[in-house]
């Protein structure tokens, strides 16, 4: 039986500090999903590598190989140069679901690249002044054997940056777990933090792509031109809250920091829409999230949210401070009830879970496989 090794370093915190994110939480949430799939043809070994011995052998039934070094530039170095991970595994593919790094054999690796920010924020990562890290990812997805991303936009930029064929890469959607995100009426966490019943909701808001200072110049105009809903924002970047602190002492503005999964669910349920005017996503886990929890969205129409929002959302018709002000006024008029189409939102998400995610990972990697 051929063997699939798949990396999962970035899931390791789950483990150590009892939570993840970002690529971490999507790469978790697709181990759960293949492992509840029967009769895969093929063997899968999960690979992780840390001096403490931390890996996720509770919760999956897989095989597992396990390096007890650091995972560091260095020692990955010392791996890839020795090949310890064949020698170790006899693998015939390797999953890396943690973008690209490095690997003994790129002719048998596939990359999960789950958007190109880094090329259009580098200095976010400090790269922009470092052509060489833009040579060696280009080189990483040309010589790979395959790469997945998680949406048609994602797919476009990676073969624009690239150059690889359009067959090299293949598109698949994550899911939204409907168990976690769901409508509830609980709201205890909502009133303990002095939330009133109209407020609007941005769960996106610590990267500068995010357009946060964009979403609190709305938010005055909206207010100084009569809006009465507060605006209640996740984890913003303190440097961008400067100049709205009147706001945040009035209780206008509400920010909450580390809250859990479900204080999360309570303030999607109860948000009159969520607002989400990013200039660039490579999913968009919180438009799918809100929608899960029945609150209409507020989106901006570019890269992978038109793919995530679908014909279900509202767009905004330009990144700029009176057309989200406008639409926030206008929903100030609205019962909640009146914003939404639960029929339409509920067809939509069927098109994203794990389930179906999971059965088209098997087959890409069948075919990857060649069985």
Known sequence: MKRLLIDINSIIPYYTVGFVTGIGRSTLELLKALSKVEDIPFEIVLFSQNTRGVKAKKDFSFKYLHFYMPYRKFFKKISSILQLKRWFCRYD???MPNNTDL????????????DLIVCRYPEMWGVENDLSFFVK??????????????????KRDIIDFSGVPEDKVIS???????????SVKKSDFIKRVGISSLYYFSASCNHPRKNLSLILQAYRDYYEKGGVGQLVLLNPNKAEMIGFEDLMRSKRIIVCRCISDEELV?????AQCSIIVSEYE???????????????????ANSSLVEAGGNVVDYVESLSVEAISRKM???????KYETIDIKKIESHLNNFTWEKCAERYINFYRKQLSI
Request: aromatic share 10%.
């Open 93 to 95: 593919l390797i999953h």
């Open 172 to 182: 698949i959607p994550w899911g939204i777990d409907r168990e976690k995100f769901r």
């Open 282 to 300: 490579g999913f968009g886990f919180p438009v799918l999230e809100s929608l899960a929890c029945h609150t209409m969205v507020l989106s901006a």
């Open 329 to 335: 006024l206008k929903y100030d008029k609205k019962e």
């Open 137 to 154: 990812l280009k080189f990483s997805l040309r010589n790979c054997k395959a790469i997945v991303t998680c949406s048609e936009s994602s």
């Open 103 to 114: 690997e003994e054999n790129e002719r048998k690796v596939i990359y999960t690249i789950h």
């Open 266 to 270: 309570e303030l999607y349920s109860h």
